[in-house]
């Protein structure tokens, strides 16, 4: 609540100044703890990952996307939108050549040689990380801020909080089932208990079967998973499947292993398959 009213003071702030002819210089702390600053409003915004472009649309900048990842496919309205090559090495020059005032990387997604190299180009970098559902919320508000429209990243942010509320909703009161979420068959790869999906399964009563690894991401063995009965498999990709025994398998919709807005509608789908 802290964060909200920070906002908000900053709204109302810009409202009353005397200077309003002039853009007002608005600072924000991104996912990695850094301090960015803009002089003036981002109008031409550089997205490195899908997440990071679904925080853009949420805000309803579109028009202000210069590129996009090259493996972001939605919406359609967006297909005549530039990508840059961001699953190898990032295309430089063509970025360079794009003149983006505010590019959004992906604290773990993308090469953190190409974060550095943006860092120390000159272009405004907001490394966007969401740790927790409600990071989500907050970083529609914080690039609110820096795309100069506060008042509709607050509300971006709070529509946001609503819907999270009354996800999954019919799932309240269910006894949790356990769960094994396979984000990778060779060598099966899973989540521990950093890794925001915890959250994401809680909704939908689901209990991590790996949660006391006090990690992100951990790689497990046949024999550990053999030692974690479960009810439910989730399967985050198109490859076959490792796990072991013959429970409910669910194939997770794409938008459930994205930290953005539209994770509802994959933790909706999830529910749905439950």
């Known amino acids: 609540m802290n964060g909200i009213r920070r906002l908000l003071a900053a709204v109302l702030l810009a409202a009353v100044s005397p200077c309003l002819a002039a853009p007002h210089p608005v600072q924000v702390v991104d ?6 600053g803009l002089e003036q409003p ?19 900048l579109e028009s202000r996307l210069v590129a996009v990842a090259d493996f972001f496919d939605y919406p359609k309205a967006l297909a005549s ?19 983006p005032d505010l590019v959004i990387a992906w604290g773990s997604g993308n090469n953190p040689g190409d974060i ?8 405004p970098v907001f490394i966007s990380e969401p740790a927790s559902l409600e990071a989500i919320a907050g970083s529609l508000e914080k690039l609110g801020l820096l795309a ?33 979420y396979e984000i990778w068959p060779t060598p099966p790869m899973t989540i521990g208990a950093r890794h925001w999906l915890n959250q994401v399964l809680n909704k939908a009563a689901l209990h991590n079967i790996f949660s006391e690894v006090p990690r992100q991401l951990i790689t497990v063995s046949r024999e550990s998973l053999l030692a974690r009965p479960h009810q439910v498999t989730i399967v985050a990709h198109s490859m076959t ?34």
């Open 31 to 36: 996912d990695t703890g850094r301090t960015i």
């Open 42 to 60: 981002a109008r031409r915004i550089l997205t490195l990952s899908p997440h990071a472009t679904e925080l853009i649309l949420a805000l309803g």
């Open 81 to 99: 939108t530039p990508r840059l090559s961001t699953l190898g090495r990032l295309d430089r020059e063509r970025l360079l050549l794009l003149k």
């Open 116 to 123: 550095r190299w943006l860092e120390h180009s000159g272009i």
């Open 148 to 180: 100069g429209i506060p008042e509709l990243g607050i509300r971006a942010g709070m529509e946001f909080r609503r819907r999270l509320a009354g996800a999954c909703s019919r799932r309240k009161g269910v006894p949790h089932q356990a769960a094994y």
């Open 241 to 274: 499947t490792t796990a072991i025994g013959q429970p409910p398998r669910i194939t997770a919709d794409a938008t459930l292993g994205r930290p953005g807005p539209r994770i509802l509608e994959g933790l909706e789908k999830l529910c749905d398959s439950l």
